[in-house]
């Protein structure tokens, strides 16, 4: 008969299962950046969605905080296999930035400040998926890792999450962004292990 502890088997087992295949838990947080970080004032900040119906949608740095700012607990996984669990966050939810776009279009670029691209199907940005945060863990977000804003969307692979945001641009078609033409997975779904294809 096998001699098991109970605790240690149930913490093993409530830990696993929040995390995605092939993740590890870390307890820092690492920095993953294809360039320099660009270095954005929030005085001359802007957020933009443009889609194929209208003007832009713009707001300023003050603008969008008098949207409402929520707070965020969530678990992030990077493809490079860490995944950082309960991260508390703070931002503005996609579905309030979204809420006069007209758009027939399924898909979206995120572009940032320094180029970064990344593309996301609009109706994961949605109904409480995603935010553009300003603080994680108590803290104004680093330059590091995105300061002031970047796009957050914690049911994704963190590269879909785009540091140093600047706007969201419709699009008919699911047209890769930038480590997307780099041969990382189009859509990136951490429980389905969709890294490369
Ligand atoms: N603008 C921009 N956003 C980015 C990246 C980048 O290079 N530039 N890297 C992505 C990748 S691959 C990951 S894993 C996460 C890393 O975020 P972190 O450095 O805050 O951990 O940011 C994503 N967003
Ligand atoms: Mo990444």
């Not at 300003?134 to 692979?157: N, S, T, W």
Request: proline share 7%.
């Amino acid at each position: 008969m096998a001699v098991f502890t109970r605790g240690f088997t149930g913490r093993r087992r409530e830990q696993d299962s929040r995390l995605p295949p092939g993740q590890t838990k870390v307890d820092d947080w690492p920095v993953l950046s294809a360039g320099p970080s660009p270095r954005v004032d929030t005085e001359t900040w802007e957020f933009t969605i443009r889609s194929e119906s209208g003007p832009p949608h713009r707001w300023t740095w003050d603008e969008i905080h008098e949207l409402g700012v929520e707070d965020i607990t969530t678990d992030i996984h990077c493809v490079t296999h860490w995944s950082k669990l309960d991260m508390a966050w703070r931002g503005v939810s996609l579905d309030l930035l979204f809420e006069d776009v007209e758009t027939s279009y399924d898909y979206v670029m995120a572009h940032s400040y320094g180029g970064y691209t990344t593309n996301i199907p609009l109706d994961e940005l949605l109904d409480g998926q995603s935010w553009i945060a300003f603080e994680a863990d108590g803290e104004p977000l680093g330059i590091e890792h995105g300061g002031p804003a970047r796009l957050l969307v914690p049911k994704l692979y963190f590269w879909k999450s785009a540091k140093w945001i600047r706007g969201l641009e419709l699009m008919p078609d699911d047209d890769p962004g930038f480590w997307e033409q780099a041969g990382y997975h189009l859509h990136g779904d951490p429980w389905k292990e969709e890294r490369y294809w």
